[in-house]
């Protein structure tokens, strides 16, 4: 779908930082994180939400242990939060199916804090894409 953010990203058209990949889901920082790390996993197939089609979650299921492996020996997350979203009076604001893994630190655990974002952790998205990737 050339009109799906997230399939422009699959392409290849949209840069993204990507952390992680297998030949079905990609991983990749999210560009207004709640916390340093915030990342997406989505399948490369587009698939609009994740209610109707259980494919879609095992899809993303080795993206979502990878990236919450990534965050916690290279940032020092002590846990994460997976969070999806599923339509829009849910919160889907991206209609392709996309989870959330958000690192949680010691010093800010809980949920509290993702009401709003947090612009430290987007302030230097190269330098945290190379420290998870590299």
């Known amino acids: 779908m050339t009109d799906c953010l997230f399939c422009r990203i699959v392409a290849g058209d949209i ?3 990507q952390l992680w990949s297998d030949d079905r ?4 920082l999210d ?3 709640w916390q340093l790390g915030h990342s997406l996993v989505i399948p490369r197939r587009h ?3 994740g209610r109707q089609d259980t494919e879609a979650w ?3 299921a080795a993206g979502l242990t990878a ?5 916690q020996d290279r940032l020092g997350a002590s846990g994460v939060n997976f969070l999806a979203n599923s339509g829009a009076v849910a919160g889907q604001e991206v209609f392709h199916f ?3 893994v958000i690192p ?5 655990p809980g949920m509290a804090g993702l009401s709003r974002r947090d612009p430290q952790a987007a302030a230097d998205l190269d330098g945290l894409a190379a420290r998870l990737s590299g």
Request: a negative charge; zero cysteines.
């Open 104 to 108: 949680r630190y010691d010093d800010n």
């Open 25 to 28: 889901a990609i991983a990749f």
């Open 58 to 60: 095992r899809e993303v």
């Open 98 to 100: 996309h989870v959330h």
């Open 15 to 17: 840069p993204s930082r």
């Open 47 to 49: 698939v609009v939400d």
């Open 67 to 71: 990236v919450a492996q990534l965050v």
């Open 31 to 33: 560009l207004n994180p």
